[in-house]
């Protein structure tokens, strides 16, 4: 049997729903747009400071397919250099809160006993306090930036995978594969990332791409209420609450930006559902 | 007699639950010697998991020593320790990690132990593989791949791989088809004769003490109410518990039912009531004297067949219980 067999086989399994590849589509374009954002956006200029009054608050044309904002830019090349944000953003956050939750959840299930006990009720004080205050509270300490606001949403995110990972691995703490390993005299990292952490996998990575998208969300919320990447970096949702002081007049700076960021949070849901069928019958 | 190969004495094990104590194993003597087959039997409950969990080193004795070739294991177990004791367990759909490869199963003890170099490790599998009667090219697959057989072949292959001495088999066989059963018991049967190893059964499966283990030791609530060869023992059983242990095995006809014991052995008690003081099995026991309430029954007998009971079963007249297994 050669080794890229279960690999296709696992491709069929994801692409029999056709909506998860849908969804991988939409990921593919607009992971394309994010890296090559300077080539295929018509205006690459228009990301930054630009100022061109001449052109400001027109409506969607065959010049600026998706209109300008109120300084004069193309909205269509902001999305796209949008993107870049969104994801790196998703990227970032997602890592940062997998890394600790992981860990967090496996060590707490794995050792047991006090460790376990102060683990998770921190956890569970963390999972007390919705996501965006949390996330407000940190970021008020100081000055807004991107860096400080992808900190602040790992902390407020890495509790639910910590509960995850913790759940999971808490049902096979005793299974006879974990003893055989003990047994052996495999040492408890061994164990842990070794027999424990494979069987978390097809978890983790769904949710991870469910999370892609509500982190997407809440980033955009937080640069909503001016807490996120400062201006002039293109951010959806600073696009978005920009854009709302024009309603309905200017229509279209919010309502493209908001699609933008339905698009990404979609496509990853999307894929996330045909990951959770692929990762269902193996598990 | 040569020096046994593993040694327990006065083993005690007590677990704090809560503000109650359970006494799992209140003082076990146990040896097993090189080669030899030994089951431990017992109702759930007897404390037969236990005593293989503080061979395997899951669990710390409370009180006692195991003692494995001459070695006291004491504290931390040292590598060189733990590979003298193999484990299969009982539930082989468990086992395997679902998320591994045959191979990384049992590569996973030859890693931990250096066993080989990591270039000659998937030859060292395949061999593995086919010694216990598996194909080499297995190794690739994962567990949902292979059947139940398939599977505890691959725990066994996976038990061996770091050449141990003693074999710990918890109910290797009972969660296998009928059919399946024979074959890992022939192969139990063929690796002990290939490779000299030395057996520790925990089983509640009578026909499979009689097929595989040379001695047998009953356990009743933690303690050892009789030992002995298994033809002594299943032929004419001294503890009033192991003649019930045995009278309990299915027969078919009336000329079978008429060996067994003829006092009210099917009896229901209360088995829930526990005995603090003396003979654990006294609640339960048509035959409990005033003493039995007095102090726990040491073993007592010749040396070839034990038994802690103060008002045993005589030697059988009858057809053994031996002869009725056979006969099924």
């Known amino acids: 049997m050669s080794k890229a067999d279960p690999r296709w086989r696992g491709w069929r399994r994801f692409a029999r729903n056709r909506l998860s590849v849908f969804g991988a589509a939409l990921i593919a374009l607009v992971l394309f747009c994010a890296l090559f954002a300077p080539y295929v956006a018509p205006y690459p200029e228009h990301a930054g400071v630009v100022v061109n009054f001449a052109d400001a608050n027109k409506p969607p044309s065959a010049k600026y397919w998706l209109g300008t904002d109120s300084v004069g830019r193309d909205v269509l090349s902001r999305i796209i250099f949008g993107f870049r944000n969104s994801l790196m953003l998703g990227a970032v956050v997602v890592s940062l809160a997998i890394s600790l939750g992981t860990i967090v ?139 709302s002081q024009y309603l309905p007049d200017l229509w279209w700076l919010s309502i493209t930006a908001g699609l933008a960021i339905f698009v990404i949070v979609l496509g990853f849901n999307l894929v996330a559902d045909g990951l959770r069928d692929l990762f269902d019958i193996v598990g | 007699m040569s020096e046994p190969l593993l040694q327990i004495r006065e083993a005690a094990k007590t677990f704090h639950v809560g503000s109650s104590e359970v006494k799992a194993l209140k003082g076990v003597n146990l040896s097993v ?74 590569g996973l003890p030859l890693s931990v ?11 060292r599998i395949g061999e593995l ?74 089983t509640h ?15 009743y609530r933690g303690l050892v109410v009789e030992e002995g060869a298994v033809a002594d023992v299943f032929s004419g059983p001294r503890h009033r518990y192991t003649q019930q242990l045995l009278a309990s095995i299915p027969t078919v006809s009336a000329e079978d039912d008429r060996l067994k014991p003829d006092w009210s052995w099917e009896a229901d008690v209360d088995s829930t009531e526990v005995a603090e003081e003396g003979c654990p099995f006294r609640p339960r026991c048509p035959f409990a004297l005033p003493a039995c309430a007095a102090g726990t029954p040491v073993l007592a007998g010749p040396k070839h067949h034990l038994h802690a009971c103060l008002n045993p079963g005589g030697a059988p007249t009858r057809k053994s219980s031996l002869e009725l297994l056979a006969g099924q």
Not at chain 1, 196 to 225: E, H, Q, R, W, Y
Not at chain 2, 113 to 123: L, P
């Open chain 2, 129 to 202: 593989l086919e010694k216990v009667g598996l194909h080499p090219e297995l190794q690739d697959r994962r567990p949902l791949a292979l059947s139940g057989g398939q599977r505890q072949r691959v725990a066994i292959a996976r038990a061996l791989a770091t050449d141990p001495e003693l074999l710990v088999l918890d109910e290797p066989t009972s969660s296998l088809d009928v059919s399946v059963q024979a074959h890992i018991l022939r192969l139990l049967k063929d690796l002990q004769e290939e490779l000299g190893l030395t057996y520790l059964f925990i």
């Open chain 2, 113 to 123: 132990h250096n066993v080989c170099r990591r270039s000659e490790r998937r030859r």
């Open chain 1, 105 to 243: 959840g496996l060590v707490a299930a794995y050792l047991g006993g006090k460790v376990e006990s102060v683990l998770m009720r921190v956890t569970d004080i963390f999972l007390a306090i919705p996501s965006l205050v949390l996330a407000m509270a940190i970021l008020g300490i100081s000055q807004p930036s991107q860096m400080l606001a992808m900190i602040a949403m790992a902390v407020a995110w890495w509790p639910w995978h910590a509960r995850l990972v913790y759940g999971i691995v808490r049902s096979l703490r005793h299974e006879g594969f974990v003893t055989a390993a003990e047994v052996v005299g495999a040492s408890p990292l061994k164990v842990m990332f070794g027999e424990l952490l494979p069987n978390c996998a097809p978890n983790l990575l769904t949710k991870a791409s469910l999370d892609m998208g509500f982190v997407i969300l809440l980033g955009a919320s937080l640069s909503f209420l001016g807490m996120g990447a400062p201006p002039p970096t293109p951010d959806l949702g600073t696009m978005v609450s920009e854009g």
């Open chain 2, 33 to 106: 010697g090189k080669g030899e087959t030994v089951a431990i039997v017992g109702e759930s409950g007897s404390g037969k998991t236990t005593l293989a969990n503080l061979i395997l080193g899951i669990e710390k004795p409370s009180a006692g020593e195991i003692v494995l070739a001459g070695r006291p294991l004491s504290g931390r177990r040292s590598k060189a320790d733990r590979r003298q004791i193999g484990l299969v367990q009982q539930n082989p759909y468990s086992t395997l990690n679902p998320r591994k490869s045959i191979g990384q199963a049992i």
């Open chain 2, 205 to 219: 499966d009578l026909s499979v003490v009689r097929v595989l283990a040379s001695r047998v030791i009953v356990m």
